[in-house]
């Protein structure tokens, strides 16, 4: 069976991210980029046996699948003269824009809408790819980056986006944890390893255990008396967890 063809119109971080993952995971498809951004296709093009269209009438011609990563504010210019085949699959990675204001477009009208957000994890095969609605070729061609959620409802894509985000925000906390160990005298190497693994074995631990939530987890290592029970209150105390929830909800308000 034919493998679906690909092509990206929008050349930036998350068609790098997007042909990064699919070839480290052994996936060589054709894939057919648009030229805009040059450097950035070309260098695609070089590392990942990608070809470069002369024009984005051409990505769409040349390809099953087409990949939509511009900009909102980009999407009008971009769409204005093109022409896709009918029912054609377009998978648009643009944020904040419904399938419903997607259709709006003359050129989309006839094509296959699927909706989806790519995080840089895609290039290790990592993170969490929500879907909507369910399609097994967008599946399929979204598997090698991740994690494909197929998610209830259109309206849980405002909450995937600060999913999303979270993913940006974990490098941040990690580093100020990092920088701290240091600032206790650690070496760069022993603390960056030390805080990592901290967190990544005790999501290891409770995905070993899919009966019991991570607050059950974590209750029954912070008991009274105990370092931890003192520090999560201290976090607690500084609204240190709300101040996380206040972020997610800022995405979604």
């Known amino acids: 069976m ?8 929008g050349v930036g ?22 030229p805009r951004n040059a450097e950035t296709a070309q260098k695609l093009a070089k590392s990942f046996q990608c070809n470069v269209a002369e024009n984005n009438q051409a990505v769409v011609n040349n390809s099953d699948i087409v990949l939509l990563s511009v900009r909102p ?10 022409k896709f085949k009918p029912e054609q699959l377009v998978i648009s990675t643009i944020a904040g824009v419904t399938l419903q204001q997607l259709k709006q477009y003359p050129a989309l009208k006839e ?23 369910a399609n097994q070729t967008a599946q399929n061609l979204l598997s ?8 209830e409802s259109e309206a849980l894509f405002d909450v995937a986006l ?19 160990s240091i600032h206790q005298g650690m070496n760069p190497e022993t603390a960056r390893s030390m805080v990592v693994h901290s967190i990544s074995s005790a999501i290891e631990l409770a995905e070993s255990r899919p009966g019991q939530s991570y607050g059950d987890i974590g209750k029954a290592i912070a008991t009274p008396g105990t370092f931890t ?17 206040d972020a997610m909800d800022s995405i979604c308000q």
């Open 144 to 151: 090698s980056g991740g994690n494909v959620v197929v998610l």
């Open 13 to 34: 971080h998350l068609a790098s991210y997007t042909v990064t993952g699919l070839r480290k995971s052994g996936d060589q498809r054709p894939i057919t980029l648009s």
């Open 73 to 82: 504010g980009q999407l009008e210019s971009l769409l204005t003269d093109l």
């Open 111 to 133: 094509t296959t809408l699927i909706r989806t957000l790519i995080s840089a994890s895609a290039e290790v095969g990592a993170g969490a790819i929500p879907l909507y609605p």
């Open 162 to 180: 600060a999913h999303g985000c979270l993913h940006g925000w974990s490098y941040f906390l990690i580093q100020e944890l990092i920088d701290w």
């Open 2 to 9: 034919k493998t679906a063809s690909l092509g990206i119109l």
């Open 229 to 245: 029970l003192r520090g999560i209150n201290q976090i607690k105390a500084n609204h240190g967890l709300q101040a996380w929830r």
